[in-house]
């Protein structure tokens, strides 16, 4: 007998991985407590993912389209830091798109896919996989997103830096781009909404692009905010299987959050193949997964967790301006 995958939370990790296992004839559900097309904080350049990684979960097609971005500067405050040139692009493409289509693919693949479900995690329970992203914990964080457009780059990919956080400004489809930022939350900044964006800019010394941004085209219904999350592994939720941002929230100006997702459902896949074909009891295939995810991702974690509070340190400055790319690319990937 096959046994059925639950699948709870329809994010990138989420997706993929039951788009990969229908692919492999089994059946599966997948509750979503969201629905589709929605906005999402998300700086959305996918940065280190492999083709091998699309191919293996049969998903390729969602970005063949994503804008290929090389070239990188970087500022701090409002002074340029460095400019560089990226030795392979970062993929772009917005979540509003990118989410959509893999929704589209999930239900045209067969996935018994439930919109505005919100399910509970169910310790012990066989064949039940936790992709519900960023555990709500106490943070120190707070997320800003918005689509622009009217607003002049120096180069494709944009990062501004402060002692308060970093915003990125990446390009998108039809003309937009992504102004996403991480910033520590300060309770001294009163506004809310969409202001918040700018307002963060300011009080991180980013105050040319805070008027840049307020100056530009905003589209509407994309802002969007999120806080109440903490960094990197997450607290393990005892007889759960959890991926992506519920296993471990990579730091976001590594831009790999999103590959870590599809790269954490691409780990798993094998297991609950031979799980769901009653070759691997269910405890077992929870400890091989676990097993491999801290395998895959302990180094970039460590790398990450170590350089993230240098972008913040106005001494370090003069290590981010000379710091050569390539190993510390090759370090959070
Ligand atoms: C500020 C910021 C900027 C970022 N920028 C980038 C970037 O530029 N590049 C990059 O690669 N990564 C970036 N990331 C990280 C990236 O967004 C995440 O790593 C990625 O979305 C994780 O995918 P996931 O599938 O694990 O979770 P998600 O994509 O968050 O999906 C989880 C899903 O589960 C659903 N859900 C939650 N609870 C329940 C429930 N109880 N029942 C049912 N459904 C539920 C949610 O609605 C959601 O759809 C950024 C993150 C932040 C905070």
């Excluded at 439930?114 to 329970?125: I, L, N």
């Excluded at 759960?240 to 929230?249: K, W």
Aim: hydrophobic share 40%.
């Amino acid at each position: 007998m096959t046994e059925s995958i639950t699948i709870i939370g329809g994010g990138l990790s989420g997706l993929s991985l039951a788009i990969a296992l229908r692919n492999h004839g089994l059946p599966v559900t997948l509750h979503e407590a969201g629905s589709y097309p929605r906005h999402r904080v998300c700086g959305e350049f996918i940065s280190g993912i492999s083709p091998d990684t699309l191919e293996r979960l049969g998903i390729s097609e969602t970005l063949t389209d994503a804008l290929p971005h090389r070239s990188l500067s970087w500022f701090s405050g409002n002074r340029p830091l460095r400019r560089n040139t990226l030795s392979e692009p970062a993929l772009a493409i917005s979540r509003h798109l990118l989410d959509d289509r893999l929704q589209q693919m999930a239900i045209r693949s067969g996935v018994d896919l439930q919109t505005r479900s919100r399910m509970k995690p169910q310790p012990g329970a066989p064949g039940l996989v936790w992709a519900a992203g960023r555990r709500p914990v106490k943070g120190n964080w707070i997320g800003l997103k918005a689509h622009i457009r009217g607003i002049t780059t120096t180069a494709e990919l944009e990062m501004h830096s402060g002692p308060g956080g970093y915003l990125g400004i990446t390009p998108i489809e039809d003309g937009w781009s992504n102004a996403c930022g991480l910033f520590k939350i300060d309770s001294s900044i009163k506004t809310k909404h969409a202001a918040l964006l700018p307002a963060y800019l300011e009080g991180n010394g980013n105050t040319d692009l805070a008027q840049r941004i307020r100056d530009a085209e905003w589209k509407e219904g994309s802002f969007t905010a999120v806080a109440g999350f903490g960094l990197g592994l997450q607290e393990p939720m005892p007889g759960v299987l959890a991926l992506g941002d519920s296993h471990a929230i990579i730091p976001p100006f590594t831009g790999n959050g999103m590959t870590m997702a599809f790269q954490s459902a691409e780990i798993a896949l094998p297991h609950l193949i031979a799980f769901a074909e009653g070759k691997t009891p269910w405890p077992d295939t929870c400890k091989a997964i676990q097993t491999s995810l801290h395998k895959a991702f302990r180094k970039r974690l460590t790398a990450a967790k170590l350089i993230h509070p240098l972008l913040f340190h106005p001494a370090a400055l003069p290590i981010l301006s000379h710091a050569p790319m390539k190993p510390i690319l090759h370090l959070i990937r």
